[in-house]
């Protein structure tokens, strides 16, 4: 274990307790305002918690005790000196410093000599590859590259935990998947947390995930079996899934919405929780009943019509199809409309949640 | 570059009582320009009580903008960084010499540091007489002065914000540090062009003095006080040494004016 925090700061309603293996990549996902940035500030001493503690390295960040009469717990490292380099959606490079000013900041910082640090900033400004960039400033690099620069910077600092806020989120499309293959390249072997909306860089770039929500981890896993098992409405929709909980039965699945799901056999035992994940593309709509007896058939109200590359993705508060254009205009669907959404017992995954 | 007048969006009798205003304020040189004796000029401003306050305003402007700067940027940095309770208070109070008449504020100077004053005995004692020396001269321009270095500064950290220095704080560097690497360099427009009105202010400040320091040629006697004092006896002297503090004012904003202009020539490569 490198990193391990348990921090709470009641006025944003946060509470969370987490720790990242030696060399482990952790992407942290979750709507906006879920308290993923609140965690990175907490974890980089830029924001204080009420309570808690975070170690780093075996050098203990902070301290606080959750009553204020026991004095003998309180301790907090200023940021300068926790070695955790941020790395935000900004690029946020020092614009009165050139390329190889700003990467050589932190070793500067630390007390390297002049020296010492510009060749450890030529290596890293190399390890990105933006060894061109040196000389300029950086009003004259384009968002990828100053991007580039900054994840340079932030490594040269040497830092014990590397924080990363959305760090591809400001950037053009174009400039993403360089930046991606880039930090896929420098992150490997290195502890690091991950902010992200996307679903490709939790899969590329992190070996784990946590879905928050509200303040805390709601989920926590591998990260394929995050996303193939979800057990978080928000997981499953990245992930393109949909998403039915409820309790096990005998021969299928009874949703807390009462819906009694047929499954494909499974050992998951009856009469525990349980979930059932389904890709849209395997579940049909139609606008009378369907009468097969193998298929699970659900009605909804059409909440959305989504047009997705050569499907139209219709959705239900608690369901999605993908169906043809041609499909959607033979059945006249608009929102708001009943229909049927069915599937193959065979095409559900279920595991207990 | 050749600019082109447009008047887009702007009523035309904006731009008119503009024009007027402008002229309203431009008037007066050139009034001062019509008067001066030019054959003379050089005579005139060349006395030795002359030099002897133009070289004594030259110095002391300098010393209190140097005070300016080394208490100033502390007290932006701590107004624009900081919250503590009765902050606003503070912050009207430091800003209050903007506002005072000068008059006023050399009485309240002469009151703390004079010979009877709050502190006036604590320097006596120390060997430091304040009052009517060219040290009075220093701290009553510095009085005057620093709400402009202040609120300038104050400003542009504040739109600067504070995510450069938390990345600073995250890349290792002491608070220390930050402040010389980061902070300062970001501002440094803001704070030279502060510095120069600090300076301008400094040159022109007259009341305060007087009242505070006195009119001892060589001494305290500085060249607002010299062009006061002639304006009785030898009008000419006074227009001509008007026309040299108007050329040293005009030649500091137009420092000014190109060190604020700084970032906006950066920002325009950015985009």
């Known amino acids: 274990m490198t990193f391990a925090i348990d921090a709470s700061l009641a006025e944003r309603d946060f509470r969370v307790s987490l720790e990242v293996g030696t060399g482990e990549t952790v992407a942290v996902l979750g709507p906006n305002g879920a308290g993923k940035s609140t965690l990175l500030s907490i974890i980089a001493g830029l924001l204080r918690p009420d309570f808690g503690r975070a170690e780093l390295d075996g050098s203990l960040l902070f301290d606080i005790a959750a009553s204020p009469r026991d004095g003998t717990r309180r301790r907090y490292l200023q940021p300068h000196a926790r070695g955790v380099s941020l790395l935000a959606q900004d690029p946020l490079l020092f614009p009165h410093l050139t390329v190889l000013e700003n990467v050589a900041f932190g070793p500067r910082s630390s007390g390297s000599p002049r020296r010492d640090a510009r060749s450890a900033a030529d290596r890293w400004l190399a390890a990105v590859d933006a060894s061109e960039f040196a000389s300029r400033h950086p009003a004259e690099l384009s968002g990828g590259q100053a991007q580039r620069v900054a994840v340079a910077r932030a490594l040269a600092a040497e830092p014990g935990l590397l924080l990363l806020d959305e760090p591809m989120a400001a950037l053009d499309v174009a400039a993403a998947p360089a930046l991606r293959k880039t930090l896929k390249r420098v992150l490997a072997h290195r502890s690091a947390l991950i902010v992200t909306h996307e679903l490709l860089d939790a899969l590329v770039l992190a070996d784990r995930v946590i879905v928050m929500e509200h303040g805390r981890i709601v989920e926590s896993g591998p990260t394929r079996q995050v996303f193939e098992r979800p057990r978080t409405r928000f997981a499953a929709e990245l992930a393109g899934l949909v998403l039915l909980t409820g309790v096990k039965t005998v021969d299928g699945l009874l949703t807390s919405g009462g819906v009694d799901i047929r499954v494909a056999g499974s050992d998951v035992p009856s009469g525990t929780a349980a979930a059932v994940a389904l890709r849209p593309s395997v579940v049909m709509v139609s606008r009378e009943r369907p009468r097969h007896p193998s298929l699970t058939v659900i009605e909804g109200c059409i909440t959305d019509l989504e047009p997705r590359g050569d499907v139209i993705r219709v959705r239900s508060e608690e369901l999605a199809a993908d169906i043809s254009p041609a499909t959607v205009a033979d059945l006249d669907l608009t929102n708001d409309d009943p229909v049927w959404f069915s599937f193959e017992a065979a095409e559900t995954t279920i595991y207990p949640l | ?271």
Request: hydrophobic fraction near 60%; charged fraction near 10%.
């Open chain 2, 1 to 271: 570059m050749k600019r082109t007048a447009t008047l887009a969006g702007v009523p035309r009798w904006v731009a008119v009582i503009a024009l007027a205003g402008a002229i309203f304020i431009l008037l007066p040189l050139v009034a001062v320009i019509n008067r001066v004796d030019w054959p003379q000029f050089i005579p005139l401003i060349s006395s030795e009580s002359s030099v002897a306050a133009l070289l004594l305003s030259l110095r002391t402007a300098v010393a209190s903008t140097v005070l300016c700067i080394v208490f100033g940027v502390p007290i932006a940095i701590v107004l624009a960084r900081t919250t503590f309770a009765g902050q606003r208070f503070v912050r009207s109070l430091v800003l209050l010499p903007l506002v005072l008449p000068p008059v006023v504020g050399g009485i309240a100077l002469l009151y703390t540091f004079g010979r009877r004053g709050l502190l006036g005995q604590t320097f006596d004692v120390l060997g430091i007489p304040i009052a009517f020396s060219t040290t009075a001269v220093v701290l009553a321009q510095t009085f005057v002065a620093i709400p402009f270095l202040i609120l300038s500064l104050e400003g542009a950290l504040r739109t600067a914000g504070t995510r450069y220095e938390a990345v600073a704080a995250t890349l290792g560097a002491r608070p220390t540090t930050v402040l010389f690497r980061v902070t300062i360099p970001l501002v440094l427009p803001a704070l030279i062009s502060g510095a120069i009105l600090s300076f301008a202010r400094a040159l022109g400040e007259f009341g305060a003095t007087l009242t505070f320091a006195g009119s001892l040629q060589g001494v305290t006697r500085t060249l607002p006080l010299e062009i006061y004092l002639r304006l009785e006896t030898n009008p000419d002297a006074a227009v001509a040494l008007s026309l040299v503090l108007v050329a040293v004012a005009v030649f500091v904003v137009g420092l000014a004016y190109r060190a604020s202009a700084v970032p906006t020539a950066r920002a325009r490569v950015a985009s």
